[in-house]
C-alpha cells in the first residue's frame, strides 16, 4: 500500500511558527439555543459569562479568561473555530505570517472575531479546519475556589479538541511542524496510522487526529478533577432520561491512559469528559505506539468501541461560514479492520487460547462480536 | 400465556421457617485450584483464612466468621453450596423441619460440611439448589482497621447471591414464605416476571432470582466501599491482559441503584463487584418494578447487556455431588425479548422521536442495536 | 472508685421490648427558620418533604418515609425527640407497657405529634431524654434515583443520633435491655466507660452514648455513599465562608471505622455527616473495646479532639416543652483523662520512643500538646 | 518597618537563564536507610529503580526519568540538591553561565552527581540552597499503565519542593529572574511576604517560598491523581501505628486549591502528598495573593496549622557537604501573627459576630485558640 502522505506532505514554512500554548475555545453551531443550554448549563455546569439572543459564551470552573466554549446559533450544526492561545501578541502575527507562507486563506481581525477575545487571527488550515489564535482576551473570575457553584459532575478545564482527517501522517508532519510533541499514536503492523495524540501543553493532547473523512470535528473534551464526577454525569444523564446521549464509556482509555465518557449534546456534537492522564512537557517525551489490534488501546478494560463512534462527526465551516467539503480518507479504517468481518483484536498478543475453560475467545473480550 | 407459577406452587409448610440473617458464603468447585488462588487472592485481594491442597478459604476484609468463600477442587467447575447463616442453634432445627415438610432432601451435619462451620443443615431445596443453613461458626479477626491488608480495589463484604431458575414467581413465593422481603422485580405488561431481589439483610438482596434454565448460579457478589475501587478492578485487569474476563460494566445498575462490575473467575464462575445500594429494612419497604423495556433497567446509562450476561450460568450439585439437570424456561426471556429482533425498549416511555436532530432512535441508545 | 451505675441501675421490665426497626427522624427546636433552612436545605441538601411557618420537615435522598428531621422554631435551641420506627403497630403498645412499668412518663397520640407520622408513643425515658417510638407513617418519593436532585455532598440515610449522658454503664444496660447490640466502646484500665455504641440496623449504631453531664444531644449523622462527597461539604462551607461551623475534621473514625465530619448548624447543634462502617447484624458480633489512652480511637490518623466536641452538646426537652435539668458526670472525664494535664495517650501501645530521631515524642502525635 | 529585600537583592544576570522544565529531584541524605526505604516503598510505594547499600533511587509510577528521589545513607538528615531538568544540554551552559555570573559556587560534572542523570552542574544558589540542573538521564519505563504496581494511594509525578528562606521577596525576585511565574503569594496589610509560590511547569509550582529562618528544606511534595488516595495514606499509617507521623492535614489548601497531607520521615523530613491544584500556564495567569489573617488561606476548612509545621524544617548541605549555616527571619512569623497572643485571623472578613447564637467566635474557628 502506498502511504498516502508521501503524495502531498504540507511543506514547513521558512517562518517561525506562533508558541502556542494550549487549545483555548471552540465556536460552534448549535441549531436550538435553549435546548443547547439546558445540555451544557443544567446538565453539565458550565458557567455562562455572557449570553444574548444568538449565542452563550460558557467557561469551565477553573478558567480565567472570558471562555471555553461559544454556542452559536444557526442553521445547520457545525463547527465555525478551534482555537488556540499564543504566547505573546507577536505570536498572533507570526501564525499570520506562517500560514500565509503555507497558502492557506486567513483573516485578522484586530477586535476578535467573537466576544471577550481580542486581536485574533482566523485560517483555513492545510488540512481543511478554521483554526483561530489569539493572545488579547478578557479575563474573568476564576471560580476553583467557588465551591458552592460545584455541581457533583464539576468541569474544571477544557483539555483538547480531536479533529477527523484522512491522511494522519500528513496532519501529524503538519502539527509538529507548528511545534507540536506526539505523545502517542496508534499504527498497524502495514505502517498505518490510525490516530495521532498531539500537545503544545504537558497533557497527553491539546488536539488528536483521528483517521477519517475529513475535515470533520470529532470531540471537544473538558476535564474534570475525579473519576466520580464522571459517573455522576452518567447518573444525572440516566435519571434525566437522556442516557440514549451516553454514546461510549465512561471507561478507562488505553491511550492517555485517562478515565473518560463520550456524550452527545442535542446538535450530536460530541463531547469528551476526561480525567487523570500523564504529563508530557519534555522534550523527550516518549512516544506511545499502540497496535490497532490491541483492544485495550481504545478502551483498557476491553469494552467494544460503538460504531457510531467511529462514522460519526461535527461538519466544520470555512472562513464564509459555509459547510466544508469532506475528503475520504483512503487508508483502511480502524473500525473496519477491529470490529469488521476481517477484524482480530487481542487481548494478550499472541495468545491463542480463551482465558478459561470451554471458551474459544483467543483472547477476545465477550462481547465484542456483537 | 398461561402464567406457570399457577401450574406447580411451593406450598408454604406450618412450621415456622428459620430465621436468617444473611448469605453468609458459597462452596464452588474449581477446577484449578491455583489459577483460582491467583484470580481470588492477588487479582481481587480476598483474605485467605484457611488452604490446603484440595480447598482455599476466603473471607473479606470486614469478615469476622470463618470464611464467604470456599474454593474446592473438583473435575466440573459447579456450586456445592449456598449458604446461610441463621440467628441461633434452634433455628437449623426450625429450618431441619420446615424443608422436611417441603419433601425435600434434607442433610445435617454436627460438625459442619465444610471447615469452621459447625452444625449445619443442607438442603436440595425445591428450586433445586444446594441450599445450607447454620449458626455455630469460627471467628476470626475483622480486618476492617487493617488498611496495611487493603488494596486499591478492596472487597470488604459478601453481598449476595444470585440464582437463575425458570419460574421466577414461584421461586418468589418460595422465598417470601422463607421471610424473605421482595425489594425489586422486572416484569412485563403481560405479567411475565423476568427477575426479582429478595432480602434478609436490610440491603436490596440477599439473593436475586434471574428467569432462565435452572438451577443455575448467575453470580456471587462482593462489596466494595467506593466507586473507585471497582474501577481499580478493571484498570489492574487491564494491566494483567485478562480484560477479556471483564464479562460486564462497570456500570450503574437500574434495578438496586447500586454500581457493579461482572467479571469471570478462570472457571467462568461470574462474580460481581457491588457498591452503594440503599437501606430495605423497614416492613413495609416498596417494592420496585421495572418494566423490563425500560432500557435503564439493567444499566441505568442505558449501556447494553452481553448476550453471555443472560446465558452463561454455572451448574449446581445435589447433595451427592452430581450435577443437577435444567429445568428450561417456559416463559419469555429477557434477552429475547430486549435485544432480540422483536425487541423494543425505551430510553424515555412514550417516545417516538430520537433525542437529538437527524436521529431516528425513538429514545434508544446507540449502539443497543449492534 | 464507685462505679456509678451500681448505685441506681434501671430494672429489665418484665414485659417485652418492644421490636425497634431504626432511629428515624430527630425533631430538633431551631430559633431562626430560614438560617436552619439555608443550613440544612441550601448548604447540606436535605430535601424539603413539608415546610410552613413554624416547622420544616425534611428528608435524606433515599428516605422513603416522611422525614429524617424536623426543624421546629422555637425561643430556645434544644432537641424535642429522639424518634424510632418499630416493626409493628402493636409494638407501639408494647412500648407503651415497657416504659409504664419503668415508671416514665409516657404520652400517646394516635394522629402524631407531628406531620407525617401515624401513633406514636413520646416517653421521657429514665435516661432523661423525650424518645418516640412509632410504625404508622407516610409514604413519600424515595429519591435515590433522582440524581439530578443530588448534589456533591449529597445525603442519602439518616445514620444515627449520639447522646450525652453522665453513666455510660448504667445507660448501656438499659439499651441492651431494649433489645440493642453494644459494637463497641471506650474504658480504662479502671472499668471506667467513656462511651457505647448501639445498634438495632446491622451499622455500628442507631444511638451511642458519650459520657458526660447530661441528658443532652451530642449529634445527628447523616450518611453519604462516599468520601467525597463530605470532603465537599468542607469545601462548599468554605466557600461560602462558614469553616468556622466545621468543629471537627474531616477524618477517619478508630470506633466505627467510619469516614467523619462535625459541623454545627447556626444554633450549634451538631451534625455528623458519616460513611461507610460495617455489617453489625450477627448476635454474635464482637464487641470492640477501645482503651481511652489509644490516640486512634476517636481519629485513627491521631488528629486531635477539639475541646467543644467533649463539652458542648445540645439540651433536651421534656414532655412538657421544658428543658430537662443536667445530672453532673461523677466518672472522669475522656478529655481530661486524655488532652488534659495528666493525660497520657499513646500511638503505639508500650512505645516509650518517638517514632523518630531527635523526637522525645512517646510514641504522641506532633500538635496533641497544643 | 523597612522590607528587607531592598537591603540586599540579587541581582539580575545579563546573560540569559536557563530553560528550566520543571523540579525533577532531590537527593536528601538518611540516617537509616532500611528505615527509610520501609517508609517510601512500602509505606508510599514508591518505585525503586536501583538501590545499594548506599543510596535507593525512587520513582513515581508516571515517571519516565531515572527517579524523583534519591535517599543517601549519612549521619546526619539533611538535602544534598534540589534537582531541575532543563529543556536541552545547553541550557545546562546556561545555568552555569548564569550562576557564575551570580557570584555563586558551581560544580560541573559531564558524567553526573548521582547515577541515572548525565551532565549536570550544581551550585550554591544566592539563598543558599543546593541546586542542580541537568537535562540527560536516562530514560526508564513509565509505569502509568502498570496499575498491578499501584497500591490504594498511588504517587504518580513528583509535584514540587518548598524551601524555607528569610525574605521571601528577596527569593521571589531571584525565582522571576530565572524565569518562573509568582502563582500565589501569602501577605499582610504592611507589606510583609509570608510565602511565595512559583513555577515553571503549568501548576501552581514547582518550588515554594516559605518565611523562615533559611535555608532549609520545608517539603518535598508527591501527587496523586485523587483524594481518596490521600485519605487511604493516611488509614495505613494508623493501621501501621505511625499516626504520629501525620503531621498536618489530610485537608484542602486555600493556596493552590489542592488537596494535601503532610507526613514526616524517618529522619523527619516532611513530604507532601498533593492533588488537584490548577493549570498556570498562561503568561498573565493572576497571582492570588491571601491575607495571612484568612484562615483559610493555608486550610480552606479553616482547621488549624499546628506549630511545628511552622518551625520544622531539614538543613541542607553545601557543595561540600556541610550543613549550610542558617540565617534567621528579621520580618515577622506567619505563626506569631497568627496563632499567637496577638494573632488575628477571620473566617469572614470584617466579621466581629460569631456565627451562630451566644458564641463570640468573631468568625474564628473553634478550637483554633487552643
Given at each position: 500500500?502506498?502511504?498516502?502522505?508521501?503524495?502531498?506532505?504540507?511543506?514547513?514554512?521558512?517562518?517561525?511558527?506562533?508558541?502556542?500554548?494550549?487549545?483555548?475555545?471552540?465556536?460552534?453551531?448549535?441549531?436550538?439555543?435553549?435546548?443547547?443550554?439546558?445540555?451544557?448549563?443544567?446538565?453539565?455546569?458550565?458557567?455562562?459569562?455572557?449570553?444574548?439572543?444568538?449565542?452563550?459564551?460558557?467557561?469551565?470552573?477553573?478558567?480565567?479568561?472570558?471562555?471555553?466554549?461559544v454556542?452559536?446559533?444557526?442553521?445547520?450544526?457545525?463547527?465555525?473555530?478551534?482555537?488556540?492561545?499564543?504566547?505573546?501578541?507577536?505570536?498572533?502575527?507570526?501564525?499570520?505570517?506562517?500560514?500565509?507562507?503555507?497558502?492557506?486563506?486567513?483573516?485578522?481581525?484586530?477586535?476578535?472575531?467573537?466576544?471577550?477575545?481580542?486581536?485574533?487571527?482566523?485560517v483555513?488550515?492545510?488540512l481543511?479546519?478554521?483554526?483561530?489564535?489569539?493572545?488579547?482576551?478578557?479575563?474573568?473570575?476564576?471560580?476553583?475556589?467557588?465551591?458552592?457553584?460545584?455541581?457533583?459532575?464539576?468541569?474544571?478545564?477544557?483539555?483538547?479538541?480531536?479533529?477527523?482527517?484522512?491522511?494522519?501522517?500528513?496532519?501529524?508532519?503538519?502539527?509538529?511542524?507548528?511545534?507540536?510533541?506526539?505523545?502517542?499514536?496508534?499504527?498497524?503492523?502495514?505502517?498505518?496510522?490510525?490516530?495521532?495524540?498531539?500537545?503544545?501543553?504537558?497533557?497527553?493532547?491539546?488536539?488528536?487526529?483521528?483517521?477519517?473523512?475529513?475535515?470533520?470535528?470529532?470531540?471537544?473534551?473538558?476535564?474534570?478533577?475525579?473519576?466520580?464526577?464522571?459517573?455522576?454525569?452518567?447518573?444525572?444523564?440516566?435519571?434525566?432520561?437522556i442516557?440514549?446521549?451516553?454514546?461510549?464509556?465512561?471507561?478507562?482509555?488505553?491511550v492517555?491512559?485517562?478515565?473518560?465518557?463520550?456524550?452527545?449534546?442535542?446538535?450530536?456534537?460530541?463531547?469528551?469528559?476526561?480525567?487523570?492522564?500523564?504529563?508530557?512537557?519534555?522534550?523527550?517525551?516518549?512516544?506511545?505506539?499502540?497496535?490497532?489490534?490491541?483492544?485495550?488501546?481504545?478502551?483498557?478494560?476491553?469494552?467494544?468501541?460503538?460504531?457510531?463512534?467511529?462514522?460519526?462527526?461535527?461538519r466544520?465551516?470555512?472562513?464564509?461560514?459555509?459547510?466544508?467539503?469532506?475528503?475520504?480518507?483512503?487508508?483502511?479504517?480502524?473500525?473496519?479492520?477491529?470490529?469488521?468481518?476481517?477484524?482480530?483484536?487481542?487481548?494478550?498478543?499472541?495468545?491463542d487460547?480463551?482465558?478459561?475453560?470451554?471458551?474459544?475467545?483467543?483472547?477476545?473480550?465477550?462481547?465484542?462480536?456483537?
Amino acid at each position: 500500500m502506498t502511504n498516502p502522505q508521501t503524495v502531498n506532505p504540507i511543506p514547513k514554512p521558512s517562518v517561525p511558527a506562533p508558541d502556542i500554548l494550549r487549545c483555548a475555545y471552540m465556536e460552534i453551531v448549535v441549531t436550538d439555543l435553549a435546548k443547547s443550554r439546558e445540555f451544557y448549563v443544567d446538565v453539565l455546569g458550565l458557567v455562562v459569562t455572557y449570553e444574548d439572543e444568538n449565542a452563550i459564551y460558557l467557561r469551565t470552573l477553573e478558567e480565567f479568561i472570558h471562555h471555553n466554549l461559544v454556542l452559536r446559533k444557526g442553521p445547520e450544526a457545525a463547527v465555525a473555530a478551534f482555537s488556540y492561545r499564543v504566547r505573546s501578541p507577536e505570536d498572533v502575527d507570526r501564525a499570520e505570517a506562517y500560514y500565509k507562507e503555507l497558502g492557506c486563506r486567513t483573516e485578522r481581525n484586530k477586535d476578535g472575531f467573537v466576544r471577550g477575545i481580542g486581536d485574533s487571527l482566523r485560517v483555513e488550515d492545510p488540512l481543511g479546519f478554521p483554526y483561530e489564535f489569539f493572545y488579547e482576551v478578557e479575563h474573568v473570575d476564576r471560580l476553583a475556589w467557588n465551591y458552592e457553584l460545584y455541581g457533583a459532575g464539576a468541569l474544571v478545564r477544557l483539555d483538547h479538541f480531536n479533529q477527523v482527517t484522512p491522511d494522519v501522517p500528513r496532519g501529524r508532519k503538519y502539527f509538529e511542524d507548528l511545534g507540536f510533541r506526539v505523545t502517542e499514536d496508534i499504527k498497524d503492523s502495514d505502517d498505518v496510522t490510525y490516530a495521532a495524540w498531539v500537545a503544545r501543553k504537558p497533557t497527553v493532547h491539546d488536539t488528536a487526529l483521528t483517521g477519517g473523512d475529513g475535515p470533520r470535528m470529532h470531540h471537544i473534551a473538558f476535564a474534570t478533577h475525579e473519576k466520580h464526577n464522571i459517573l455522576y454525569i452518567c447518573d444525572k444523564m440516566g435519571a434525566l432520561r437522556i442516557s440514549d446521549r451516553i454514546e461510549r464509556g465512561p471507561g478507562r482509555h488505553g491511550v492517555s491512559n485517562a478515565f473518560y465518557l463520550y456524550i452527545l449534546d442535542p446538535d450530536g456534537h460530541r463531547i469528551e469528559i476526561y480525567t487523570q492522564d500523564y504529563y508530557t512537557g519534555d522534550p523527550d517525551n516518549p512516544t506511545v505506539t499502540w497496535d490497532v489490534h490491541d483492544n485495550q488501546r481504545r478502551d483498557w478494560w476491553g469494552n467494544p468501541v460503538v460504531p457510531s463512534w467511529y462514522t460519526n462527526a461535527s461538519r466544520v465551516l470555512d472562513l464564509d461560514g459555509n459547510v466544508k467539503e469532506l475528503v475520504k480518507r483512503e487508508d483502511k479504517s480502524e473500525m473496519d479492520v477491529t470490529i469488521g468481518a476481517d477484524g482480530f483484536s487481542y487481548t494478550r498478543e499472541g495468545d491463542d487460547e480463551g482465558s478459561y475453560k470451554g471458551e474459544a475467545s483467543k483472547g477476545f473480550k465477550l462481547g465484542n462480536s456483537l
